[in-house]
């Protein structure tokens, strides 16, 4: 056989030859010689396997692609205001709940936030051109308006939101927006005279009632100068909620009707004007508890002492500064069915804090005289009147855990106990886990029930189950 002609093959076998050819040192022609004679010298009943094409690495899952992902897929649509900055975030609070997000760009927004910084949070790429080769040869903005679950609109300019009230599709974003039979979320962001000019108001009460959901805005200050009202786009945790809220089936809502009081965060205690007596708490597991007891239906206030922390969903939110503060408001607040009070309140102040800075002297450091503070959960657990029915402490210890914990619920005189070691080690203090034992009262005996390390947000959804069973409210 003087030559050998090989067609109609398909690419994937004619790959395979070609590495077989070149890893036995001979040409893909001499290569099927070899195959054709040991294919005709064998035995009938086993012929060589010819070559099988390479395994083809699997495709990287597309966006919509439930296939082991099983995530709920939003759409944000980033508009171009100078609230886009924190649709950064809000990328990684929809991604922190699970959610599938795609970035789309308004030309406005581009100028804001670069689309690469966008995709690159959110593991894909950012769309922003209604003619992009690469996406519409198959009509690509319709693909985006039905391959998602909800679509998020942050910030929602007065500009997008009017060109959605009238159905405009001059752009990528309206055109999705215009093809969508998904839910939409909308997240305003303007200057206050724009939010409050009639055509503004018009166009929202118009989207309203075409379906649309809306979040905020909020009041506060804007990003110009002396300029302040209602126009803030609303905080990206209250955002990625509100969208987790609209994807999520209804959850239970098994303390519907109870009304809960929980503290939270350190308290600061004057020296002087300038320095306080504090702890190390950062108020992130009696936030998480809040917000865990609003989802559950409660009737949630939170008294909080000084922390960087967004106030929770649906929570009334207190805020303090020293001990006596909260007591204070604590005993307002009354009477309340269930009281948790997760705040590490300090136990001494300065018996006379300086009406102005102290200052050194030569006679060495100043005396500074400690009185003890009242004690708030002892005081809420023994009333006679008013008492919660339901009284929960927290008990951070470093040593000697569960007996110290043992001896603060009898003293105390409380229901419960939630012990947990803040030795620095553990990293619970400021940290997002926690590991913690549950002591509960009945007479003179004390259950203990510990529970696995977890984080602060499970800890506080597992501590309101446990109260909505003991309370008679298990979930439906």
Known sequence: M?????????????????????????????????????????????????????????????????????????????????????????????????????CVMTRAAQQFVAPLTAGALADERCYTDLFDPQSEFDAGHIRLARDTDLIVIAPATADLMAKMAQGHADDLATAILLATNRPVLLAPAMNPLMWANAATK????????????????????????????????????????????????????????TTILVTAGPTHEPIDPVRYIANRSSGKQGFAIAAAAAQAGAEVTLVSGPVDLADPPGVRVIRVESARDMLAQVETMLPVNIAIFAAAVADWRVANAGEQKIKKTAQGMPQLALVENPDILATVSKLTHNRPLLVIGFAAETEHLIDNATAKLRRKGCDWIVANDVSPATGVMGGDRNTVHVLTRDHEDVAIDSWPVMTKDEVATALVAKIAAATGHPPA
């Open 2 to 102: 003087a030559s050998l002609t090989v067609r109609k093959l398909d690419d994937a076998l004619k790959a395979s030859l070609r590495l077989r050819a070149a890893r036995n040192g001979r040409s893909v022609e001499d290569e099927v010689r070899m195959i054709l004679r040991d294919a005709a010298e064998a035995p009938a009943a086993a012929p060589p396997a010819l070559p099988t094409a390479p395994p083809v690495p699997a495709a990287r899952p597309q966006y919509g692609d439930r296939a082991g992902a099983g995530r709920p897929r939003v759409t944000l649509i980033i508009g171009g205001g100078i609230a886009a900055y924190k649709a950064l975030d809000l990328i990684r609070r929809l991604k922190d709940r699970g959610l599938h997000v795609r």
């Open 202 to 257: 018009r166009n929202v009460a118009q989207l309203i009632r075409d379906g649309v959901h809306v979040i905020g805005p909020n009041s506060g200050e804007m990003a110009e100068a002396n300029e302040a009202g209602v126009g803030r786009m609303s905080e990206p945790l209250e955002i990625a909620a509100a969208a987790d809220a609209l994807l999520r089936p209804p959850q239970a809502r098994p303390l519907a009707g």
